[in-house]
Nanobody, 117 residues
Framework: QVQLVESGGGLVQAGGSLRLSCTAS????????MGWHRQAPGKQRELVAA???????NYADSVKGRFTISRDNARTTVYLQMNSLKPEDTAVYYC???????????WGQGTQVNVSS
């Protein structure tokens, strides 16, 4: 079983920055991807950014150039540096870990990000 613990959400003014962290623990296969999705009220959950265990990254068009995803050397913690935040970035941000061999995705409990205008 894999557990994901997120931190770093909060309230920030438009144009500000926040850094989210997510640490995975448990039995983790080495070939995986970690990332962040978000869900705003009344909207579907959407991909924000993801990074594989080999370092390949993928971003939603809406955050390219503003958000940066990274992982630590042990590849058990993923970070999301969010700059130039906009009110439309307000959402619950969920960390996830996708194990390719098991074809299973684990989810964190979510952390709230609020951006005021």
């Amino acid at each position: 079983q894999v557990q994901l613990v997120e931190s770093g959400g909060g309230l920030v003014q438009a144009g500000g920055s926040l850094r989210l962290s997510c640490t995975a623990s448990g039995s983790i296969f080495s070939i995986n991807a970690m990332g962040w999705h978000r869900q705003a009220p009344g909207k579907q959950r959407e991909l924000v950014a993801a990074i594989t265990s080999s370092g390949s990254t993928n971003y939603a068009d809406s955050v390219k150039g503003r958000f940066t995803i990274s992982r630590d050397n042990a590849r058990t913690t993923v970070y999301l540096q969010m700059n130039s935040l906009k009110p439309e970035d307000t959402a619950v941000y969920y960390c996830n870990l996708r194990e390719f061999i098991k074809e299973y995705t684990y989810w964190g409990q979510g952390t709230q990000v609020n951006v005021s205008s």
